[in-house]
Nanobody, 115 residues
């Protein structure tokens, strides 16, 4: 079992930046693929960014060039650096972990971008 706790969400103006963190429990963190997902009101949850155990990253087209995912295995933490934020980035952001896909989920952190 892996326990994930997100932090770093908040209210920011359009054009601003935020860094989300996801702290994971357990000793197998370095073996897991990690992902950041988001869900806006009335919309389905979508994958924003992912990073494998070998640090291969992938991004949704809507955030390419603005968001960066990274991980620190020594701290069991994955980050999402978000820049040039837009109102359409407003959502609850969730961290997910798993050996191949999202097997474990955090409870989410709210990001609100005002125009």
């Amino acid at each position: 079992q892996v326990h994930l706790v997100e932090s770093g969400g908040g209210l920011v103006q359009a054009g601003g930046s935020l860094r989300l963190s996801c702290a994971a429990s357990g000793s197998r963190f370095s073996l897991y693929a990690m992902g950041w997902y988001r869900q806006a009101p009335g919309k389905e949850r979508e994958l924003v960014a992912s990073i494998t155990s070998t640090n291969t990253t992938a991004y949704a087209d809507s955030v390419k060039g603005r968001f960066t995912i990274s991980r620190d295995n020594a701290k069991n933490t994955v980050y999402l650096q978000m820049s040039s934020l837009k109102p359409e980035d407003t959502a609850v952001y969730y961290c997910a972990a798993g050996p191949l896909g999202p097997a474990y989920w955090g409870r989410g952190t709210q990001v609100t971008v005002s125009s």
